[in-house]
């Protein structure tokens, strides 16, 4: 017989099965929780009301088990799921009546959950985690005077002196679009109090500085359509909303068919919440204008689309905008969204629609995603919805064509970029013959310009054979010219020039795949002209001209071949481009080869970018010198520099971040040493584990630290170098227009200051992070007081956004 104890029989195996089994039990009722909560609201055969009164037993059944993963879920649901608002406000006031303890449990997460999101500058989860402790006045969950104290808080927050205007704003704004779902219950409980909230949220908009507003509108006339500052317009739909006794026709409230079991709750008080102080590395929402293209007018006969002032507007744009955020990532599941919208037979949804994405495509200063998201979303709508949409488009970009003359310039930009790409996707058919009364306009007119424009963009996306024959003979003169090199040394009266036989005989020489040296070899033999002027001697422009002009044409078949030649005689124009003025000699001699393929221009300069052949200053003083001054308008030129500018700024972010991230490391570093120094020396085999396990190599030393400090100061100056040489290029231009136009007694706005102006806006709006850091420098040295005050203006605008 054995002598063992009963337990020691098995060999634990059964032991670990059943705590397995346990473990697997609770995550597979913990999932079926998950889901029955997440797919609460959506369509199925019981109502939501007995679908909500049946989840909130189900959850009162295991609240003893699961209670904080439900409390995790509910409050993850109010801020990923902000278009189910009202149904998870009304879950939980089922549940609160059911058992006050839990209501209390989650109103505390729901206050933490706000405290936290305002403290990570998470602005938008914070505003949907204060809407939902606003409804939840509306289920008996919350007592109105307690939320009323802390709307009263939030609009303390925009009184506050020494902070910026942005974070006021946010805080109006998150109060103001917060009252359509609770204003009829404060009301109705608060009245007074309510009105003296709106009464210190008019003073407050009263005051307001709105310089930033010229910069962000899309249109420079309000007519048909104002383009008003956001917090402007959504104070005017709550002041009609409170006109309208606060009844609003587009929120659903599923706790009114349970009025009877909520009133009978008890209520919990929220605690003192205050906003947390500002901090310097507290970045907020930027302010916007609310775009506007449509009217009811526009729309055929059906559903009424609400005015611009009706806070149904709101709400509708809103939850638009929402249902973009969250599937701009998957296109069709985006478009499938759009159009399932719950509200569709009470707006005309087309149009609703079309107006928000192209709100997203034109917001300033930037789209909150990349440009094409935008089209191709709307291809998709066209196919989801082939009957309706496309007429719907066709008739927007009528309207947006109609209004271009006002339009700002980098919203023609993205007009221009998007128009080409749904042409490239509709096989290029549109009614041209309806814009034909452009022809006669000024060949600088936005409307010639954007047809112009959009054929060159065209042409990247298809080929220029399929773009001339697309075109009406009436639109000669806009089609663009065949994209090939011009190659002057094998062009006509080629002998008389004086780098011809050098240039046939690197043809010859490349050809038989000759080395670098060879090429120098070649290129030595060319006289200088500049010798007899002062400078720097190793600058010979025919060199350069010979090289430059002869290696591009020899690889101009495509963008690869280009590449591989720039690759591999990348020695050559090291050697050549020593100086700014010599990198500016390559950039026009491959602006004159590759002057009728714009498309080649950027992607070259983007390559000799990346490969260090030429600097980003260079590439500016190019764009703003006087060979360029008949591309200057055209949006190639200004894809360009943006591209520069963006090169350079990814360069100094990335040295700053690692930078940073040394910093971290040798901290650990040192902290840890310091560690095994308290541990003692006793302690050896830990000592040999943390040498063996940390990898040393990691470890940064302080003069590597110090190295890295110096790359990110120099990075920083040539940024601040370049923006200082772009505006003061600028100002030099514009000024020089603005005296001539005064001299001459001529109007000064033509179409070249429009576009010029509107470049100058551009270039502050793209690059607003980086140029804010420089703007004390841009104030002292470029723009000063005696500056002519319309250029200025488009400075003060610009500070305004961060003032």
Request: hydrophobic fraction near 40%; charged fraction near 25%.
């Amino acid at each position: 017989m054995s002598r063992r104890r009963p337990h020691e029989e098995d060999d634990g195996y059964d032991r670990v099965y059943r705590k397995r089994r346990r473990v697997s039990e609770n995550q597979e009722i913990e999932d079926r929780l998950e889901s029955l909560i997440l797919r609460v609201g959506e369509k199925s055969t019981s109502s939501l009301e007995s679908n909500l009164e049946g989840l909130a037993s189900v959850l009162e059944a295991d609240l003893a088990s699961f209670r904080s993963k439900i409390l995790r879920i509910l409050t993850d649901c109010a801020i990923k799921m902000p278009e189910k608002c009202t149904i998870y406000t009304t879950l939980v006031g089922l549940l609160n009546a059911k058992n006050y303890n839990f209501g209390g449990e989650f109103v505390e997460y729901m206050v933490r959950n706000l405290k936290d999101s305002l403290k990570a500058c998470k602005w938008d989860a914070a505003r949907y985690s204060l809407r939902f402790l606003a409804d939840l006045v509306n289920c008996h969950v919350i007592s109105a005077g307690s939320l009323l104290q802390l709307l009263d808080n939030m609009v303390d927050a925009a009184k506050e002196d020494g902070v910026p205007q942005v974070r006021k704003d946010w805080y109006v704004f998150a109060v103001l679009s917060t009252l359509p779902w609770v204003g009829r219950e404060l009301y109705e409980k608060k009245e007074q109090a309510l009105e003296h909230l709106l009464v210190s949220i008019e003073v407050f908009l009263g005051k307001r500085s709105k310089k930033h507003h010229a910069a962000l509108r899309v249109w420079a006339l309000d007519t048909p359509h104002p383009q008003e500052e956001y917090l402007d317009c959504l104070w005017a739909q709550i002041r009609k909303l409170r006109q309208d006794n606060w009844a609003e026709k587009h929120i659903p409230r599923p706790y009114l068919a349970f009025d009877s079991i909520l009133c009978e709750a008890l209520q919990h008080n929220l605690p003192t919440i205050l906003p947390p102080p500002h901090h310097d590395s507290y970045q907020y929402p930027m302010p916007h204008v609310v775009f506007r293209m449509f009217d009811y007018t526009d729309c055929p006969e059906g559903p009424i689309l609400p005015g611009a002032h009706s806070i149904e507007r709101f709400l509708i744009e809103e939850h638009l905008h929402q249902i973009v955020e969250m599937h701009h990532l998957e296109r069709k599941d985006c478009a499938a969204h759009l159009l399932n919208f719950p509200y569709k037979l009470k707006i005309p949804l087309d149009y609703s629609i079309v107006e928000v994405i192209f709100a997203e495509l034109f917001h300033m200063p930037s789209p909150r995603y990349l440009e094409i998201v935008y089209g191709s979303v709307l291809i998709e709508l066209c196919k989801l919805q082939p009957s309706t949409m496309p007429q719907v488009l066709a008739q927007a970009t009528e309207i947006l064509f109609m209004r271009i003359d006002t339009m700002n310039t980098a919203c023609f930009d993205r007009f221009v970029n998007w128009f080409s790409y749904h042409l490239s996707n509709f096989q290029f058919r549109w009614s041209w013959e309806d814009w034909d009364s452009c022809l006669q306009l000024d060949s600088e007119h936005p409307r010639p310009k954007f047809i112009r424009e959009v054929l060159l963009k065209s042409l990247r996306l298809s080929y220029h054979q399929r773009i001339k024959d697309m075109m009406p003979e009436s639109f000669e003169s806009l089609i663009p010219a065949k994209p090939e090199p011009k190659f002057k040394y094998a062009a006509e009266g080629a002998g008389s020039l004086p780098g011809t036989p050098a240039a046939h005989k690197l043809v010859v020489s490349i050809r038989a795949k000759c080395k670098p040296e060879e090429v120098l070899h070649v290129l030595n033999d060319l006289p200088n002209p500049r010798q007899d002027e002062d400078g720097d001697s190793r600058f010979n422009p025919l060199k350069i001209d010979v090289f430059v002009q002869t290696l591009l044409n020899l690889g101009s078949k495509s963008f690869s071949h280009s590449f591989a030649a720039i690759s591999k005689f990348h020695y050559v124009f090291k050697e050549l481009a020593e100086s700014e003025e010599a990198q500016i000699c390559i950039l026009r001699n491959m602006f004159e080869l590759w002057r009728d393929h714009q498309q080649m221009m950027c992607v070259l300069i983007d390559k000799m970018l990346k490969t260090q052949i030429i600097e980003c200053s260079a590439v500016a003083n190019w764009i703003f010198s006087k060979e360029m001054s008949g591309e200057f308008t055209k949006l190639y030129t200004w894809e360009i520099l943006h591209l520069t500018i963006h090169k350079m700024n990814k360069h100094v972010s990335r040295l700053s971040r690692e930078l940073a991230e040394a910093r971290e490391r040798l901290r650990h570093a040192e902290s840890d040493s310091d560690d095994s120094d308290e541990d003692g020396e006793g302690n050896n085999n830990s000592g040999q584990r943390t040498k063996s396990g940390g990898d040393e190599r990691e470890k940064p030393s302080e003069d590597m630290v110090d190295r890295m400090e110096e790359r990110l100061e120099a990075a920083q100056a040539h940024q601040k170098n370049l923006f200082l040489i772009i505006f003061q290029r600028f100002i030099m231009v514009l000024s020089e227009h603005l005296v001539r136009s005064d001299t001459d007694g001529r109007d000064f706005n033509t179409h070249w200051y429009k576009w010029t102006i509107g470049r100058l806006q551009q270039v502050f709006l793209v690059h607003h992070e980086q140029v804010q850091k420089y703007s004390s420098t841009l104030e002292t040295l470029l723009f000063t007081q005696d500056l002519d005050p319309h250029i200025l203006e488009v400075f003060h605008q610009f500070t305004s956004l961060h003032a």
